[in-house]
């Protein structure tokens, strides 16, 4: 919990100039504000949520991708990241789980149908 | 959206070896609700088929006298999964009509929180630089997919959380950082959080 106070709080100090130094980590510039904004809408917060709540909100995820990605270049194949990696990792979580494996059947459908479309397209 | 309920079922027919074309008719997120169904209903019929050679190696002891090996792929799925296929099927088409039902009745509000949901997503390219500064290799499309997807996830449950702290500490929307950092914190005491920052030192 510390690390998010953290953070929030050195926001302000590192805009100092082009030579600072990056002390804290999420100093990069914002990179999910846009999309971040119109998730939590979705989720049922408010139309405008406050620009805290999304810095912290994607200090999180950021996290969470960085910790998902060293968990899973740590097992299978070592050093890559792989898709059953990561499955592997989410199992005992349900939500995720399930909302991956209807993510990729999802992806392969789209791809195969493209492929007729335009197999079907060449042969005319 | 898929329930997990749902997907358990699902499961069992998933792991196909054959060669046949089989896409699953399931709904798709990148449409909206309404459009889809009637599409998927008319695929379910033609397409449930195949998939079922895959569950019934019991029902392909029945099927043995009918073909060799060639055959027998084909061959075995006229027999048992009817009834399986028949169920997925309704289930399918029961929830998509609740569904159809329930968006239909949703007000001008709704409806727009609805589609900000469905729609919202992080954008493919940050997440792959994001993965790929990590890695210092590059990754393929599908870890991609999965990551923003499980990513997408995630932050929903620490806004349904933060919400829930939110209306139990009696203050209202928009939520503020003492919410999200309270959610941050129960969640973690569910272990729903990745930490490998502190190791467990067992006997020291």
């Known amino acids: ?124 | 959206m898929a329930d997990p309920a749902r997907i358990k079922t699902d499961d069992t027919c998933e792991k196909t070896t054959t060669a046949t074309e089989e896409p699953k008719p399931e709904e798709t997120d990148d449409v909206s609700a309404t459009a889809k169904p009637t599409q998927e209903n008319k695929e379910a019929p033609s397409q449930d088929q195949p998939r079922q050679d895959v569950k019934p190696e019991t029902a392909a002891h029945e099927d043995e006298e009918e073909g060799t090996s060639g055959q027998s792929a084909c061959k075995r799925l006229k027999v048992e999964p009817e009834k399986k296929k028949e169920k997925r099927q309704k289930v399918d088409e029961d929830e998509i009509q609740k569904m159809q039902v329930l968006v239909s009745s949703f007000s001008e509000e709704q409806l727009n929180r609805y589609e900000m949901y469905r729609r919202s997503a992080f954008p493919k390219a940050a997440i792959k630089r994001l993965i790929q500064s990590i890695t210092g290799s590059s990754v393929s499309q599908n870890v991609v997919i999965a990551m923003s997807g499980i990513s997408k996830v995630f932050a929903g449950e620490i806004v349904e959380e933060a919400l829930d702290v939110c209306e139990k500490w009696g203050d209202t929307p928009p939520l503020q950082p003492k919410h999200m950092r309270e959610a941050v914190r129960r969640l973690k005491s569910r272990d729903q959080i990745p930490n490998t920052k502190y190791k467990n030192i067992l006997f020291h």
Do not use: W
Not at chain 1, 67 to 95: C, N, W, Y
């Open chain 1, 1 to 124: 919990m510390a690390e998010e106070e953290d953070e929030t709080g050195f926001e302000e100090e590192a805009d100092e100039g082009p030579g600072g130094v990056d002390i804290c980590h999420g100093r990069r510039k914002r990179l999910f504000s846009k999309e971040l904004r119109c998730m939590m809408y979705g989720f049922g917060d408010d139309q405008n949520p406050y620009t805290e709540s999304v810095d912290i909100l994607e200090d999180l995820v950021i996290e969470f991708i960085t910790e998902m990605t060293h968990k899973a270049m740590s097992i299978g194949r070592q050093g890559r990241v792989q898709v059953e990696d990561i499955v592997f990792l989410i199992r005992k979580d349900p939500r995720k789980f399930a909302r991956v494996k209807d993510l990729l059947t999802m992806n392969e459908e789209l791809k195969r149908a493209r492929k007729a479309f335009d197999e079907a397209n060449y042969g005319s």
